[in-house]
């Protein structure tokens, strides 16, 4: 084996090691993004996922006369209010299994 091919091969060895080794930063820095993001990009993907989940109920109630900029705060109004009553009834079920 020739020196020069010796060189190249080694090159090609610690270029490829480098590369590895960059991708593994990388990834090691979008992970500890994430993690000290948290605090903001979970109530925004939150957010994100009410969205879509609320955009066919907003639709059908644009089809059935109401604006949008009115279906979309009543949607929020009675989602609150369910989650409230939900959250109720879960405190009193918690509550008679406590004093039984």
Not at 3 to 18: E, G, K
């Amino acid at each position: 084996m020739s020196v020069q091919a010796f060189q190249s091969t080694a090159m090609d060895t610690l270029n490829r090691t480098l590369l590895h080794f960059l991708k593994f930063a990388g990834a090691l820095l979008v992970v500890a993004a994430l993690y000290l993001g948290r605090d903001v990009l979970i109530p925004l993907a939150l957010a994100c996922l009410f969205t879509f989940l609320l955009n066919p109920l907003v639709k059908r109630l644009c089809r059935w006369g109401l604006p949008g900029q009115e279906s979309d705060p009543r949607l929020l109004r009675e989602a609150g209010a369910t989650w409230v009553v939900s959250s109720l009834k879960e405190a009193r079920e918690t509550l008679v299994r406590l004093v039984e």
